[in-house]
């Protein structure tokens, strides 16, 4: 096991396509970090440069303090998971476990005492003698996920390893995942476009967009305090809503508005406001803090009317219509609204997020 | 009640299949199969029934009477082309020739095109497209165009070196091999270009060099395509009379080819020689034939990815 850390690395593609932009991320020993970010956004590369499959541009990976950037794969004491599994058809189950060591000259005895562990940790023992082509799509995934921890490397790297599973499994294998880091204590690194999986599993999540390490932190972290909007929208399931507004003066305090929008701002912020001297701000609120109802004091305040209502069990999420703009909120399914109602959804001032327009960076310092 | 179903189960499948060949267009692919069968059985057969019947009956009576008279069946040729044993110039001879032309110049096209065919997939060196194209440009390259300039080559190479391969064995094989290369890299890369790349980078990680990704991943995958590749050669080898015809030239030596080839031209009337000694190079082939026939497995890559 070991720490890994990543030094301004950059990729740029022949082509002068600049995948990854110098990304900067130190996972400390038996870590499990996420990478996360919308499809394209070089995640994939990341980890390719990790593992060594992929010539870095510049910068630097570090695995257990030594800089690997000139080692080969084989050298670099890495697992790497593949989104399409990529197990050796021609071989059986054991061997695709054993592949590993037998090359690295492990003994007999002590190759099938791993394997044979492996197996049964993930419930595969029935099936060692078979080929991969005569598994299911869940049982495949269980192989490659054998196939890294019989090596029993410095660091564990997957690449989106549940993207070809089917919901139920999904979320089955998720926990087979959390499991395995908890009794392994390996350093793991999974990367995902999946903000649900990342928040559920990771100890850490950095979030990347165009190649460029957006923030770094506990899902808690990012959730409640969003570095910019990009992870604001990012992260959080149904998205935050956004709105433009502008900033007003009147009185004694700084209110913010837009068609169907009040903002009532808390003195504090409002000064922030005041001397950053901005004109406009995009006012963030999750679906899960919007409520009906109006709300007295400091705060925001929403006018709509409700396009479509789907029913979720608890909760209903509401789909309404605010000042030609669509916005989501999830409220209690007591509360029983229905398509063209006329409502006023209310958050709480600590819910309120506020955004440089122009930057896009958080003015929400708490 | 399960154990009843489990038991009619296969007398089950076993008239489902039986109704599914008896379909009218399984009939017909039936029909036209055995067709082909048949067309390819009968010359076949009536060499290899001539090959086994006396000389003198040729011409008297059709082959097809030894399936009435079967006692006129005798290994009586086979005995007498034998007879001469391992000399100069006998079958046994030529046969012995003819494989030590045909073995290395199949064992080298395939093995050298499976390697060549892995670098060009796999390898990471600029211009492989380049010249992979000029493998292709090489496949319509006649045969008969370079004969005069390799043996050309052979005696430039003759004089520099003291050795020249004109007439001899290996410079029979050098060409053989040259003239299989171009198809074999281009099956070989055709093929290899199937195999996901994710396979071998996960053998890279796993540990493996060039060589055990080679021989580990590749070959085994690949064995379907090595396996048509070896046939394709060796008949093509084995059946060769040009090549051979031409670069033995001198040679005391002949391949079964030559040496059926000289009969025809000499005596008019060794028809059972020609049967025989056609006999002798129909079975080889097939033997190789059936021999590989095994590894002509569908779905390889099953399973591999996703
Ligand atoms: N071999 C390559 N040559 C040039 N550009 C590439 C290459 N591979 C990837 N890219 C580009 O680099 C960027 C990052 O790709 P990458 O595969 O790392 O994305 P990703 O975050 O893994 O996306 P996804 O979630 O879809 O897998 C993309 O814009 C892609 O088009
Ligand atoms: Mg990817």
Redesign the interface.
Known sequence: MARVALEDLTKRYAGGNLAVDRLNLDIADGEFVCLVGPSGCGKTTALRMIAGLEDISSGRVRIGGKVVNLLPPRDRDIALVFQSYALYPHMSVYDNMAFGLQLRKTPKAQIEKAVREAARILDLERFLDRKPGQLSGGQRQRVALGRAIVREPAAFLMDEPLSNLDAKLRVQTRAEIARLHQRLEATMIYVTHDQVEAMTMADRIAVINEGVLQQVGTPKDLYEQPANRFVAGFIGSPAMNFVEAEVTQDGGGSRLLAEGLEVVLADAQAARLRDRGLRSVTVGVRPEHLHPGALEGPGLRLSASIDVVEFLGNDELIHAASGGRDVVAIVDADVRLAVGDRVVLSAAPRHVYLFDPDRDMSLTVR | MAVAEAITQPAVARTRRLASRLRPSHLALNVVLGLVAVFWLVPTVSLLAISLRDPSTYGVTGWWTVFTAPTQLTLKNYEQLFSTGLATGGVLDSVVTTALITVPATVLVTVISSLAAYSLVFGRWRGRTAVFLLVVGLLVVPVQVALIPVAQLYDAFGHLTGFNPFGTLPGVVIFHVAFGLPFGIFLMRNFYTGI?K??L?????????EW?LFR??VL??GLPAAASLAIFQFIWVWNDLLVGLVFLGGNAHHTLTIYLYSFTRTLANNYWVIATGGIISIIVPLIIFFAFQRYFVR????????
């Open positions: 996901p994710d396979l980078e996960a053998g890279r990680i796993d540990g493996a060099g055990t580990r991943v085994p995958l779905g390889v890559l099953a399973g591999a990815v996703k």
